[in-house]
């Protein structure tokens, strides 16, 4: 019999479920017995001198968590961030291609891969490790952030986990707990006595901290501050300067001094 519909929907035709494509424990993807390490919230939004990324280090296989200091925030190169959301053992693996890939054609070519070319690279990876996603054992959704020197401004992309790029205009978010983070990023810039843009970096880094605490709240996969045991957030700077990452120190300060306050 001739398919019709959109490729989901022949997907679901041919007997493959949701479940495929978002396992749990009753689902046919995978097994109670094969709990993938996973669980994040991710996120990235522009502000008044560049653009700022977001993780928290919480890694979780269902119901436990498996490890408190994962870096989901991974520099790619010099002028470009992919934050992880997903799967970590295929999305590290997808960082370290890119790293190589860039740093490969920088030595080459005598100059760095245009932005475009940078998008482009992950949407093919995404796009080959389409079969893992679909079966559940290899779902990715990155945000990739960076700055576009022709342009001269930062740019913010976020994925579905078949490789389609979507440019975000203010900010991008993913992983478990992004729900809250979005609802709260759009009403700050809807009804807010600025729009995130404007902030300021010390501005912009104290709404960060909040939004992780937020997300943290009410998703049990995401890790917020920890001040007992010196955890926070991975949160990167990109600029026309290049990547740079916030000191725990300066979080921790920040932290104590006007998000716990």
């Avoid at 934050?83 to 920088?106: C, D, N, Q, W």
């Avoid at 342009?151 to 993913?174: H, M, P, Q, R, T």
Wanted: charged fraction near 20%; include cysteine; glycine fraction near 10%.
């Amino acid at each position: 019999m001739r398919q019709q519909g959109d490729f989901l929907q022949v997907l679901q035709e041919q007997g493959y479920g949701m479940d495929n494509l978002f396992p749990s424990s009753k689902g046919n993807g995978v097994s109670s017995h094969t709990e993938l390490t996973m669980g994040t919230t991710v996120f990235a939004m522009k502000y008044a001198d560049g653009v700022l990324v977001a993780g928290d280090r919480r890694a979780t296989a269902g119901n436990v968590v498996m490890y408190d200091r994962t870096d989901k925030v991974l520099e790619i190169d010099r002028f470009s961030v992919m934050a992880i959301a997903g799967v970590p053992a295929t999305a590290f693996e997808m960082a370290r291609v890119l790293e190589h890939s860039f740093k490969y054609y920088r030595r080459s070519q005598l100059q760095d891969l245009s932005f475009e070319g940078k998008l482009r690279a992950l949407s093919t990876l995404l796009k080959n490790n389409a079969p893992a996603a679909l079966a559940g054992t290899g779902t990715v959704v990155p945000v990739f952030a960076g700055y576009d020197s022709l342009e001269g401004c930062g740019k913010i992309f976020f994925y579905d986990i078949l490789g389609a790029e979507f440019e975000a205009v203010e900010y991008a978010v993913s992983g478990s707990g992004s729900s809250t983070i979005r609802g709260i990023l759009f009403y700050m810039n809807r009804w807010g006595t600025s729009p995130v843009a404007g902030m300021n970096e010390e501005d912009a880094l104290i709404f960060v901290l909040r939004l992780m605490t937020s997300a943290a709240e009410f998703d049990s996969a995401t890790g917020g501050v920890d001040a007992q045991a010196q955890l926070y957030p991975i949160i990167k700077r990109i600029s026309a300067e290049g990547v740079r990452t916030i000191p725990a120190d300066r979080l921790k300060t920040l932290f104590s001094e006007k998000v716990l306050t």
